[in-house]
T-cell receptor
Framework: EADIYQTPRYLVIGTGKKITLECSQT?????MYWYQQDPGMELHLIHYSYGVNSTEKGDLSSESTVSRIRTEHFPLTLESARPSHTSQYLC?????????????FGEGSRLTVL | QKEVEQNSGPLSVPEGAIASLNCTYSDRGSQSFFWYRQYSGKSPELIMF????GDKEDGRFTAQLNKASQYVSLLIRDSQPSDSATYLC????????????FGRGTSLIVHP
């Protein structure tokens, strides 16, 4: 059973605020990902990590940043939120490379910026 | 050019019918292929994976892979209304990054 947790599940904030979306997994997976998905639209990879101290930008240009100080934790930060950041953010993890396409997703964080 | 292509649908089938979902990919060296199901408002969940040419069956689901033609399909037998969801195809391309590429998904509606 997948054990990957995201907080907060829902967040409504004003423009210009700094926010951090938390993602934690207890499976010991090295690879972790952040995806952005608007309702009814496709997944867009915004960040990923191969392991501790490894972070990479994904296909979608994003003003967010990530860090990977511990294996289990992969937070995403927006320094100054804007209405264009309103979206669903999904965190995922996977284990060793030969099974890298088997992603376990968290329940998501739905962000609304007013 | 999109690397993983899916018809966005919706694909509408009657209850009890076979639903056939298709996916094509551009990277001929791709080695592993995945199907995810995503209910509205929920996160994707993995339902099938296939690594070798041919068919792989799991309950009512069958994944089919044809590397020569660069397509992978998902068949759902005895479709139920609870199968109504968006089905995402994901492919791990060659090149060593092991980052899966997702298609935009096909919406399936199973009507009673």
């Amino acid at each position: 059973e997948a054990d990957i947790y995201q907080t907060p599940r829902y967040l409504v904030i004003g423009t210009g605020k700094k926010i951090t979306l938390e993602c934690s997994q207890t499976m010991g997976h090295d690879k972790m990902y952040w995806y952005q998905q608007d309702p009814g639209m496709e997944l867009h990879l915004i960040h990923y990590s191969y392991g501790v101290n490894s972070t990479e930008k994904g296909d979608l240009s994003s003003e967010s940043t990530v860090s990977r100080i511990r294996t289990e934790h992969f937070p995403l930060t927006l320094e100054s939120a804007r209405p264009s950041h309103t979206s669903q953010y999904l965190c995922a993890s996977s284990e060793r490379p030969e099974r890298s396409g088997e992603l376990f997703f968290g329940e998501g964080s739905r962000l609304t910026v007013l | 050019q999109k690397e993983v292509e899916q018809n966005s649908g919706p694909l509408s089938v009657p209850e009890g019918a076979i639903a056939s979902l298709n996916c094509t990919y551009s990277d001929r060296g791709s080695q592993s292929f995945f199907w995810y199901r995503q209910y509205s408002g929920k996160s994707p969940e993995l339902i099938m994976f296939i690594y070798s040419n041919g068919d792989k069956e799991d309950g009512r689901f069958t994944a089919q892979l044809n590397k020569a033609s660069q397509y992978v399909s998902l068949l759902i037998r005895d479709s139920q209304p609870s199968d109504s969801a968006t089905y995402l195809c994901a492919v791990v391309p060659s090149g060593g990054s092991y980052i899966p590429t997702f298609g935009r998904g096909t919406s399936l509606i199973v009507h009673p």
